[in-house]
């Protein structure tokens, strides 16, 4: 039995409309079961279910919150989730609160593994190859990161893309401006030189990768700093979110192109489900001593019950006991 650890408060939507979330997951899989965190009057809807034990709190962590101030809210529901999986209580966490709260909580309750210099914040992106989604890390978990800790990212990664996408040497690339090798941060060109000599038997490096290049399904895992990461992540939201208005209002022009719109109706179905990124369950912080997956704020039952999902996956497939084999050296200079 794998046991999630969920903060139900903090979502735009409100815990009621992750409780639906959570009871659709209950229904399809029996090895699952839940400590849900949160103002337990609010939570009425899990009350009496098998396999759900509701933990009353009374605080909520803000979305923003510096380290000090997610420290003094110990009975938060964020917080007391965390705990859960730092005593044993729970194996994942996940939660559609603060990603401040969730990314300092994680990393100063669970700590990283042995080895890991910087924990990566990363998520699988749909590209134009359909069931190939590439990896990207880290994506806002930190601002400024070493070369070192870039080499790290690549190791993490392709250990997620092995488990999870199948791929077996995964490619890995080094977000940067251009595809040379003298391109780039200095911490980029820094974390190019050594996994150029590294010949690392878990992963095929293969340079540098421009942003353009990112989304047509020739890599597996691209590593970047934190800040460009996330500036990459809300970028390519805002285009999809632009492109798909864009289509919306072009087909509904005229007669014309509402009847076109019906012979390429199949089409853009497919279209959708490639990109449907709710499938993807969130954004997940590897290389810590735990599951901690971050949804989206404005998830719904569907999306959070896909989170659910990823967090029980990543449970089944021991990730961590994985990074900390993969690690072990590392832990050991």
Not at 120 to 131: A, D, E, L, Q, R
Not at 298 to 313: G, K
């Amino acid at each position: 039995m794998v046991t999630i650890a969920v903060d139900m408060m903090g979502s735009d939507l409100g815990p009621e409309e992750l409780a639906n979330g959570v009871v659709n997951y209950l229904h399809i899989n029996p090895e699952v079961e839940f400590i849900c965190f949160g103002d337990e009057s609010r939570l009425i809807y899990l009350k009496g279910l098998d396999r759900v034990k509701i933990v009353n709190t009374t605080q909520v962590v803000p979305m923003e919150t510096d380290v000090l101030g997610f420290l003094r809210l110990k009975d938060s529901s964020m917080y007391k989730a965390i705990q859960a999986v730092k005593s044993g209580e729970a194996q994942g966490i996940v939660t559609a609160g603060s990603t401040g709260g969730f990314l300092t909580g994680s990393t100063l309750l669970l700590k990283n593994i042995p080895g890991v210099q910087r924990a990566g914040f990363c998520s699988p992106f749909p590209t134009i190859v359909k069931n190939k989604p590439v990896l990207i890390l880290d994506i806002g978990a930190s601002n400024q990161n070493t070369a070192q800790e870039l080499v790290g990212f690549a190791k993490l990664g392709s250990i997620y893309s092995k488990l999870f996408f199948d791929v077996k040497n995964p490619k890995v690339q080094l977000l940067c401006n251009g595809v040379e090798e003298g391109k780039g941060l200095e911490e980029t060109k820094g974390a190019y030189k050594i996994l150029k000599e590294m010949h690392s038997d878990e992963f095929d490096f293969e340079g540098n990768i421009e942003p353009r290049d990112v989304l047509n399904g020739d890599c597996d895992v691209v590593v970047t700093t934190g800040y460009p990461g996330n500036v990459f992540l809300k970028s390519t939201e805002g285009a999809a979110q632009m492109m798909g208005a864009l289509m919306k209002k072009a087909f509904k022009k005229n007669l014309w192109t509402k009847i076109g719109y019906l012979f390429a109706k199949k089409g853009f179905d497919e279209l959708k489900e490639t990109m449907d990124y709710k499938k993807t369950g969130g954004a997940i912080l590897l290389g810590i001593n735990g599951v901690a997956v971050k949804t989206h704020g404005n998830s719904n039952a569907y999306f959070f019950y896909y989170s659910l999902d990823l967090v029980f996956r990543m449970v089944k497939s021991g990730i961590v006991q994985k990074i900390e084999e993969s690690f072990k050296d590392e832990g050991k200079k």
